[in-house]
């Protein structure tokens, strides 16, 4: 069965990017530091890391978050999607207009402009057509940003949440939550390694 997996690193005060993100500096200033553990040896972050970029199906991101990793300071060849891991799911943007070009060639890029609730419903039949074809269960995962996780949250898209709590407070940043209906979480998993505690939740409807 295919689910809605939200999955992203957050500070200790609720922060996904540092200070000032922007197309050059998509994770702020200093929010490099929240993203640690993807690239640490830690085995538990490495088995973290690889469980969940096996289990992705298709990968739902905005508009924003998609300038930063298909600008110039973006992916390459030694940093993408799974941070080292193989993975190239089909990748979803939400967007208002779709680019004029990409860089990124190589990955499977769909853009859909009629708002956040279609690129999921477009990400689970990619998923649902991948775990046809790789006969196990593929999930959407919702890779940010913020904004569009935060959306998706409110709007009750998201079947469970995973965070990477990174033990760094920046004091501003990009809130993953900003309001919204209340949400019931059920936690489900706790992996406390070297450099961050993984989180998972799955959340009631």
Not at 85 to 110: C, I, N, Q
Not at 140 to 162: K, N, P, Q, R
Not at 168 to 187: H, S
Request: charge should be negative; proline fraction near 6%.
């Amino acid at each position: 069965m295919t689910r809605i997996i939200a999955d992203i690193s957050i500070s200790l005060d609720g922060f996904v990017t540092g200070p000032d993100p922007g197309p050059d500096n998509g994770l702020g200033t200093g929010g490099e530091a929240l993203h640690t553990w993807a690239f640490s040896e830690d085995p538990g972050d490495r088995r973290i890391l690889r469980e969940a970029t096996a289990r992705s199906g298709a990968v739902v991101l905005g508009r924003r978050l998609f300038d930063a990793v298909d600008g110039p300071n973006g992916w390459d060849g030694t940093s993408g999607y799974g941070a080292g891991e193989v993975g190239r799911p089909a990748f979803v943007v939400v967007t208002s207009s779709p680019p004029k070009s990409v860089r990124l060639t190589g990955l499977d890029w769909t853009f859909v402009t009629s708002g956040l609730p279609d690129a999921v419903t477009a990400a689970r039949e990619r998923a649902e057509a991948a775990s046809s074809d790789s006969g196990k269960d593929l999930d959407v995962v919702l890779m940010g940003g913020g904004a569009t996780i935060g959306s998706a949250f409110a709007a009750g898209l998201v079947d469970a949440l995973t965070l990477h709590l990174a033990p760094v407070v920046p004091g501003a940043g990009t809130p993953l939550f900003t309001g919204g209906a209340p949400r019931t979480l059920v936690q489900c998993g706790v992996t406390a390694t070297s450099t961050v505690t993984h989180l998972a939740y799955d959340v009631l409807r």
